[in-house]
């Protein structure tokens, strides 16, 4: 994957008919409201109803253009995890090669917990259920963490601190997903310890440890 590419991870909804303009600018508006009512953060208002109002088209619309109404939820979930995914990218490429690898852990950890919180675990509770229901247990899309793989070792590769370890193409897209579950996986598990200032501390030192000299 390219460093410096736009990440998607759109969810394929079947949208039987959009081909013509006006179809296109009702699904336009469709998922656009959709995303407003993710951003809320709470999954209980994830309905069609609720669609309905927020867009202003009638449910029968909803369900001609959108099929299972949950796909758009999960499309606009992941459209919000695309924008946070792309904000790791930037932190990670634009890193200062002068700067240490705690300054690194500190910058990615509180990019991560910001933006767990503006997403809320709820929503990403919500998400990972319906990802299993649709994917089964090959869950490939929660395994994001590899698009971070070759900016990361770029910057690495760049850092004059001697302070990050060399590691292999293959070892850092691991190490990555053990860094993802030491993060994400308290918020999601409704762990006691999860956004707390011990847990931001286990992240960093974790991070320091396994990527570090």
């Known amino acids: 994957m390219p460093p410096n590419t736009t990440i998607d991870f759109s969810t394929t ?3 039987s008919d ?7 600018k009702t699904l336009e508006d469709l998922l656009e409201a959709a995303y407003n009512i993710v ?16 867009s202003g088209y009638a449910l029968g619309t909803l369900n001609k253009r959108l099929g299972p109404i949950e796909n758009v939820f999960v499309w606009a979930i992941e459209r919000g995890r695309e924008r946070m995914l792309n904000n790791v990218i930037e ?5 200062d090669p002068l700067s240490p690898i705690h300054v690194f852990a500190a910058k990615v950890v509180d ?3 910001n ?13 990972e259920g319906k990802v299993i229901k649709r994917d089964g247990f090959i869950i490939e899309s929660l395994n994001f963490t590899d698009v971070f793989v070759e900016p ?17 193409l293959e070892e850092a897209r691991l190490l990555l997903k053990v860094m993802q579950n030491l993060v994400e996986r308290p918020f999601i598990n ?8 011990e847990h931001r501390r286990i992240s960093i030192d974790g991070l320091i440890r396994i990527l570090g000299q």
């Not at 959009?18 to 296109?24: E, I, L, N, V």
């Not at 933006?115 to 998400?127: D, L, N």
């Open 13 to 15: 909804i079947d949208f």
């Open 18 to 24: 959009a081909h013509q303009d006006r179809s296109k």
């Open 39 to 54: 951003e809320a953060a709470e999954p209980m208002a994830f309905n069609s109803r609720n669609l309905s109002d927020k």
């Open 91 to 95: 932190v990670i490429t634009q890193f």
């Open 111 to 113: 990019e991560a917990f």
């Open 115 to 127: 933006a767990i919180g503006t997403v809320g675990p709820s929503v990403m509770r919500y998400y």
């Open 152 to 168: 990361y070792l770029a910057m690495v590769n760049a850092n004059r601190t001697n302070t990050f370890r060399k590691i292999s």
């Open 190 to 197: 409704d762990d006691t310890i999860a956004g707390t200032p």
